[in-house]
């Protein structure tokens, strides 16, 4: 998720898992990272049990991020990274569920993710969350970036240090045009994540804005389907291209 200090940086489910586990038998050692669960668990229903790859939910932000990451690194160097979840619109026109990539210039990772059905797009990062139309606005305007992201922007410079070959996938919850129905800065805790004590406060103070929120928690149902199906397919393409395993 996503402030004005910022910086530029680099469907459908299948109904049987284990078909799609068959398929899409790892050639490399591939990381998965998501920030939250909600992002994560469409992804690991579409892939199963068998030969996924690795899977790590880093909690929300950039502290929170790089320690998870660092020490994902530090029990095994994968070969591959993808860092995925939702973001939120910046271009104007831009169509909540579009599932964007950007892989820092290597051209045939882009163009599995494409084949999968991502599309080219450039993010910033931003370290709160941009949750109304003013505010992407003027982030767009200032970044002419497609996207607004809080984590990816800290895997993909690891990645770099590293000589890890690293895309950020994600996927648009709340287009540029949207408001979010609450301020979800204010429902941070330190440690960057939800206060279910504030949330329930903010409800009790504003009752008209549950259904708004229910209808947010549907797209993010329908949002992380939408990105599961596309890494999904871009593990049996890159399967494909490997060929049989042994």
């Not at 995925?84 to 892989?103: M, Q, S």
């Not at 206060?195 to 949002?223: C, D, E, H, M, V």
Request: aromatic share 4%; with cysteine.
């Amino acid at each position: 998720m996503q402030n004005s200090e910022l910086r530029t940086q680099n469907s459908e489910f299948q109904e049987n898992p284990d078909k799609v586990s068959a398929e899409c038998k790892r050639p490399e050692r591939v990381l998965v990272c998501f920030a939250v669960k909600e992002e994560a668990q469409p992804f690991l229903k579409a892939v199963g049990s068998t030969d996924k790859p690795r899977v790590i939910v880093t909690g929300m932000g950039e502290k929170n991020t790089r320690k998870a990451f660092e020490e994902a690194l530090a029990h095994e160097k994968p070969e591959l990274v993808l860092t995925c979840g939702f973001a939120g619109g910046l271009r104007p026109g831009l169509r909540g569920g579009a599932v964007l990539c950007e892989c820092d210039g290597a051209t045939e990772l882009r163009e599995r993710l494409e084949r999968a059905g991502a599309e080219p797009g450039r993010f910033a990062f931003a370290k709160t969350v941009a949750g109304t139309a003013a505010e992407k606005r003027a982030l767009w305007e200032q970044s002419n970036a497609d996207a607004i992201e809080m984590e990816s922007h800290v895997i993909q410079s690891i990645c770099k240090e590293k000589n890890i070959p690293c895309a950020t996938v994600r996927v648009i919850l709340d287009s540029a045009e949207e408001n979010l129905p609450l301020n979800f800065n204010e429902l941070m805790t330190e440690d960057q994540k939800i206060s279910f004590a504030r949330l329930t406060w903010a409800l009790a103070r504003s009752p008209g804005k549950i259904g708004a929120l229910l209808k947010l928690q549907k797209q993010s149902r329908t949002a992380a389907g939408g990105l599961a199906s596309v890494l999904r397919n871009f593990l049996r393409i890159t399967a494909d291209l490997q060929g049989p395993q042994p």
